[in-house]
C-alpha cells in the first residue's frame, strides 16, 4: 500500500540549502528543530540566488552579501514577483540567473524545474 503524500514528515539534514523547502527541519548536529515557512522557504532560495553559493560554486550578484540581499528583500514579504522581479533586476540580464536558479532550485513535486517557475514569474498572465 502507498503511503499518502500529505502524512506530516521532518527534514532531517545538516544541509542548509533544505531550507528551501516549508515545513519542519531537524539539525541532529546542533540538535535544533525549526519549521520553515513557504515565504521563508522562497525568500531563502532568492537570498542564496543574490549570494550565491560557493559550495555549490554558484557566483550569485557582484558584491551582494547577506545583508545587500536582506535590503533587496526587504519588505517584499509575501509577494514572490516582487522577490523574482528584485533579484532580476539586481542581475542585469537574465541568462546567468536562469543558469543559476537552475542549479540551486530545488523540485518541491514531479515536474518543479525552475525553467516552468521562470516561464510562470515573467508571463504577463
Given at each position: 500500500m502507498k503511503k499518502a503524500i500529505d502524512e506530516p514528515s521532518i527534514i532531517c539534514s545538516v544541509d542548509k540549502d533544505l531550507h528551501q523547502i516549508a515545513g519542519l527541519h531537524y539539525n541532529w548536529v546542533k540538535e535544533e528543530y525549526r519549521e520553515v515557512s513557504e515565504h521563508e522557504a522562497l525568500k531563502y532560495f532568492y537570498t542564496q540566488?543574490?549570494?550565491?553559493?560557493?559550495?555549490?560554486?554558484?557566483?550569485?550578484?557582484?558584491?551582494?552579501?547577506?545583508?545587500?540581499?536582506?535590503?533587496?528583500?526587504a519588505g517584499l514579504e509575501g509577494n514572490e514577483r516582487a522577490m523574482f522581479n528584485a533579484v532580476r533586476e539586481a542581475y542585469g540580464q537574465d541568462d546567468e540567473m536562469k543558469l543559476n536558479g537552475r542549479c540551486l532550485w530545488i523540485y518541491k513535486k514531479p515536474d518543479d524545474d525552475w525553467r516552468n517557475h521562470w516561464n510562470q514569474l515573467t508571463s504577463t498572465a
Open positions: 540566488l543574490l549570494t550565491g553559493d560557493s559550495a555549490d560554486n554558484i557566483k550569485g550578484v557582484w558584491k551582494c552579501g547577506p545583508v545587500k540581499a536582506a535590503a533587496i528583500l
